[in-house]
Each structure stands twice: as structure tokens, then as C-alpha cells.
């Protein structure tokens, strides 16, 4: 199975010929991503995130309902040991 994770843009880089990269927000944690495959994005977007590279441009609403989900997901304390 394949997990792809929504993200804000919150900078570009086009410093490389061959990239367009981008630094993207997944609610508090940021990392690099290749923004080859989205030349529409643009900061403040919200891209769907797979391995590194931003697969699509996405709706604000849909992206943080998704994240909200995954939130959900998260044991929110600690299990005790057996």
C-alpha cells in the first residue's frame, strides 16, 4: 500500500536546471519536495506528497480534512506495556 500525505507550499527554489523544488508543510514538519510534476503550484498551495515528489495540486479544504484523518489515525497516548 501507498501512503500519499497533504503539504503546503511554503517556499520555491527553480536554482537547479533540471528541478523545481519546493519546501512543504505537513503541519509542522517541512521537507524538501520535487515540484516537477505540479508547474502550476505555487506557495501557499497545497500539494498530495508520495516518496518526495508533489503528485498533484490539491483544495485547502480537502488537505486539511485529510490531515485531520490521519491525526485520527495516531494513538494519542501511550499503550501500557504487557
Keep these: 500500500m501507498c501512503l500519499a500525505v497533504p503539504g503546503k507550499i511554503t517556499s520555491i527554489s527553480e536554482a537547479a536546471p533540471l528541478f523545481r523544488m519546493g519546501t512543504v508543510d505537513f503541519g509542522g ?3 524538501d519536495v520535487n515540484l516537477d ?3 502550476e503550484a505555487g506557495i ?5 506528497v508520495h516518496v518526495g515528489i508533489a503528485l498533484s495540486v490539491m483544495h485547502e479544504n ?3 480534512a485529510i490531515r ?3 491525526r ?3 494513538p494519542t497516548e501511550q499503550e501500557p506495556s504487557p
Excluded: T
Design 29 to 31: 514538519v517541512c521537507r
Design 62 to 64: 480537502e488537505a486539511l
Design 72 to 74: 485520527k489515525l495516531l
Design 68 to 70: 485531520d484523518d490521519l
Design 37 to 39: 510534476c505540479v508547474p
Design 44 to 48: 501557499g498551495d497545497y500539494v498530495i
